[in-house]
């Protein structure tokens, strides 16, 4: 990140968060149908997502301004790929099941978002650190809290 400033409240910011309240609102609409275990994890995120939102709406909007870092400005390309591969990710899951379509969606967003140079060591964390987080997440969702995930429908 560069060390350039800009002088004022970060209004974009704000606006993504009043964005993000609306979604927490209507994830814990929606979590209404879910079993009371199902129902706990969303139903936590959104409000925390909700509490937090409000939390940088209230301190930018009650800090003196400032000046704030200029961010880099990244690749819109890289943006663009990594909604590409969550969508992907997302379509697969009914096809590929919960564990396939997580390993590939994995795999994909590490390829667009790393920036370093890959070497062997960097493969072999990606890769225990990607089998510890999905396999958690399914032990999570399915062996926790019940929480019925998508099957593979082609294998």
Known sequence: MTTETRAGRDWHGMAYAVAFVGVGVIALA???????????????????LIVFSLGYI????????????????GSWARRALLVAVMLGWIAALPWLGFLVAGGLGFFGMILVGNYDAWSPRRVVIYAITSIAIIGGFYGLFAVALNVPLPEASLF
């Open 30 to 48: 929606s979590s209404g149908d879910f079993s009371p275990l199902g129902a706990v994890f969303p139903r936590t995120i959104a409000t925390a």
């Open 58 to 73: 209230a301190q930018n909007l009650f800090r003196p301004p400032g000046k704030l870092p200029r961010g880099d400005e």
